[in-house]
């Protein structure tokens, strides 16, 4: 990786205004990879490496306060840093309907403490909503995955947000060895996630589904889609008698 590096830094320093153009917008291509959970490796880990140099250099004021503020040493931050604590904040406010508020605070030239305020409000508002969307369905856990052999999971509620059936679906997965579906109806619609892993693609997955579905879409482990209500039912009956191509993946034991 290091001596990619230096070719890739070399290279780039060969073109004229790149170096400019390279602090102002790497940090964001670095918080877009991380945030959408792409693989970390070949180009995508090298963008990530030198965005996270620049960020850790303070060439951004306003993600340097945003560091500040969530308690982070800006100089000494990770991946992981980025993916815990940053993205989740930037994310916030668009799952809960008001993607303007990190908008704002992305292209502030001021008053930038106090828009990242309401940024961290809106993340606490989103964590309230996501606690509650999991309490509605952690109780039915059991029957609902015994309803697809045991395979998968499938939740679905007029009470809950679009904007976090991504994250309710990664939290339930984290506490069972299937994939879990999460959807919320709006309109005549309902838009949900898939996240978790298995022995088959998510989007393949779905793919056998897709006379049923308006749209859908993502990676290996998390895909979305969005069906009409009509189709509610053969949603659930395609689940049923589609389960079978999933074989979930066991943890691995720690040595």
Same mark, same amino acid.
């Given at each position: 990786?290091?001596?990619?590096?230096?070719?890739?830094?070399?290279?780039?320093?060969? @073109?004229?205004? %790149?170096?400019?153009? *390279? #602090? =102002? /917008?790497?940090?964001?291509? !670095?918080?877009?990879?991380?945030?959408?959970?792409?693989?970390?490796?070949?180009?995508?880990?090298?963008?990530?490496?030198?965005?996270?140099?620049?960020?850790?250099?303070?060439?951004?004021?306003?993600?340097?306060?945003?560091?500040?503020?969530?308690?982070?040493?800006?100089?000494?931050?990770?991946?992981?840093?980025?993916?815990?604590?940053?993205?989740?904040?930037?994310?916030?406010?668009?799952?809960?309907?008001?993607?303007?508020?990190?908008?704002?605070?992305?292209?502030?030239?001021?008053?930038?403490?106090?828009?990242?305020?309401?940024?961290?409000?809106?993340?606490?508002?989103?964590?309230?909503?996501?606690?509650?969307?999991?309490?509605?369905? @952690?109780?039915? %856990?059991?029957?609902? *995955? #015994? =309803? /697809?052999?045991?395979?998968? !999971?499938?939740?679905?509620?007029?009470?809950?947000?679009?904007?976090?059936?991504?994250?309710?679906?990664?939290?339930?997965?984290?506490?069972?060895?299937?994939?879990?579906?999460?959807?919320?109806?709006?309109?005549?619609?309902?838009?949900?996630?898939?996240?978790?892993?298995?022995?088959?693609?998510?989007?393949?997955?779905?793919?056998?589904?897709?006379?049923?579905?308006?749209?859908?879409?993502?990676?290996?482990?998390?895909?979305?889609?969005?069906?009409?209500?009509?189709?509610?039912?053969?949603?659930?009956?395609?689940?049923?008698?589609?389960?079978?191509?999933?074989?979930?993946?066991?943890?691995?034991?720690?040595?």
């Amino acid at each position: 990786l290091f001596t990619r590096l230096i070719l890739f830094n070399n290279l780039l320093k060969e @073109i004229d205004g %790149l170096e400019k153009i *390279k #602090e =102002s /917008y790497l940090p964001f291509v !670095t918080l877009g990879l991380i945030a959408d959970v792409m693989p970390v490796i070949k180009t995508n880990r090298i963008l990530i490496s030198i965005g996270l140099s620049y960020i850790r250099d303070k060439k951004n004021y306003n993600l340097t306060k945003l560091f500040e503020k969530a308690n982070i040493d800006i100089s000494l931050c990770s991946g992981k840093d980025v993916a815990w604590s940053i993205c989740p904040a930037l994310n916030a406010s668009g799952r809960i309907g008001c993607a303007d508020v990190t908008v704002d605070f992305l292209t502030a030239k001021k008053e930038v403490e106090k828009k990242i305020t309401a940024m961290l409000s809106n993340n606490e508002e989103r964590k309230k909503k996501g606690e509650e969307a999991f309490n509605i369905f @952690i109780e039915d %856990l059991q029957n609902n *995955k #015994e =309803s /697809y052999d045991n395979r998968l !999971t499938f939740f679905y509620s007029e009470k809950i947000a679009r904007g976090i059936t991504g994250i309710t679906a990664t939290k339930i997965a984290n506490m069972v060895n299937c994939p879990v579906i999460v959807a919320a109806k709006e309109g005549e619609y309902y838009t949900g996630s898939m996240r978790g892993k298995s022995n088959i693609h998510l989007v393949d997955f779905l793919n056998n589904a897709k006379d049923i579905l308006e749209e859908f879409g993502g990676h290996k482990e998390a895909a979305g889609f969005r069906f009409h209500e009509n189709n509610l039912s053969l949603f659930k009956n395609f689940l049923k008698e589609k389960s079978s191509l999933i074989d979930n993946v066991e943890p691995k034991e720690e040595e």
